[in-house]
């Protein structure tokens, strides 16, 4: 599906455009206010991505230019039921960020702005680049205004944090550059569409398929290597620990589903045991730790890893079902988990405190907020009516119809979830108060950007159909070699039980 308009390009791109204007812009308000426009043209240009055919498992909204010839490097561009919907989520936060950002964010504004813009690039960048170089430069180039959202806005260990977010996603970066090159040196292209055609052997993808992994692993961040996560989260400001969650661990999940399964499929069912045990090790141990937590942001930070691994257990099960769970938590996980650091966000504006004891009882003062916080707190644990439990339910399905002791493992992380967010709700809501008196309800910004991630919640809850259409053909797709090798697999260990038999 070929475009005229460029889309894609144009999401890219904006953005960087809206850069160049704000650099000439001064005052404060008219930096926020611009901002906030050039957001909400983003999404305007995103209205055509609606035309998305449901029922394809093709590429869509194909750009393709010739780039660097000699190394066969093109600017290709498109989307799939895989990355679609973390397009529009990503384009869906960035006016949401702008608002959450308003009174928050009072030293370097511009710069602030320019940061969000250009994350909002580079992300768009990551989905739908289908050039293995272009892909790795957009995912490079996230780096830079995440480090400094972390190193400049951050709180007093932000030093810290941001260059722990720095080495370890770097470290992980030149595994994957690694990967890449022997891609191109084994099948003679960058392009994702051509490789994803080709067989490798086994011996280069297990080679391939660790260098990759061990980086997506790092963004997930799945356990052992989720250490740069909760120093990141805490230091970062509301709108850079939104955008982290929400979207930039999104793309180690992504990074996953298109290129180890598509690319090794041979060397992911080798490791999927070993990917299991990380994803269940990811869901109890951040799960454990969330409920030990006294600082708000750090709850939600561990909390990350759990939901995370849930996706990374969805998507190692090769089935329909807990891919599609995987993809839906991508985007459920983005929505609730923005939101509460969005609220936490709130309550430090007024308390000055993420500590839970600094906030207990705000239900008696904060009607609202606690509304939207007891909300987005069930989503957080998959109550049934949310968003959450649609992805989780799904996971599960497809753990139980695999690995019944597998999916027995995994029911403690649900349990863990509704501990610690009931927990931290109940502190909340009807806790002694120790602070709140003077503390006033949610205003008409904070209303603005709550509002539309809580619909969400109850379309998604309610209504996923149109979620799971739009990702349906595109999975089917990227299983079908799995499957062959699995079906190969299962052949060959008949043979040797034969073999054995005769013997």
Known sequence: MVETWPILSSLIFFPLLGVVFLIGIKQEKAIRIITLIISLIEMGLALPLLKFQLNSAKFQFIEFHPWIKQFHINYHLGIDGIS??????????????????????????????????LMTSACIGVFVALDLVLFYVFWEAMLIPMFLLIAIWGGPRRKYASIKFFIYTLAGSTLLLVAIIAFYLKGGTFSIPELLKMDFPFHFQFWAFLAMAIAFAIKVPMFPFHTWLPAAHVEAPTAGSVLLASVLLKMGTYGFLRFCLGLTPAASVYFAPLMIVLSLASILYGGLVALGQTDMKKLIAYSSVAHMGFVTLGIFMFNLRGVEGAIMQMLNHGITTGALFMLVGAIYERSHSREIEDNLGLGKYLPAYMFFFGLFSLSSLAFPGTNSFVGEALVLIGVFEKYKIVGLMAVPGALLAAAYMLRLLQKLAWGEPSKGKNFTDLN??????????????????????????????????????VHTVQKSSNINLTLVKKEKDID
């Not at 989520?89 to 030293?107: A, D, E, G, M, R």
């Not at 710069?111 to 969000?116: G, P, R």
């Not at 309610?462 to 070699?481: G, R, Y």
Request: glycine residues 2%; aromatic residues 14%; positive net charge.
């Open 84 to 117: 679609y919907l973390m397009v529009l989520l990503t384009v869906f936060l960035l006016p949401l960020c702008v608002l959450c950002s308003w009174n928050y964010i009072q030293k370097r504004v511009k710069e602030f702005h320019i940061c969000l813009l």
């Open 444 to 481: 008409a910004r904070e209303w603005l950007y709550l509002v539309p991630l809580g619909l969400l919640v109850f379309y998604l809850g309610f209504a996923p159909k149109l979620a799971l259409q739009t990702m349906d053909k595109s999975i089917q797709k990227s299983l079908i070699k």
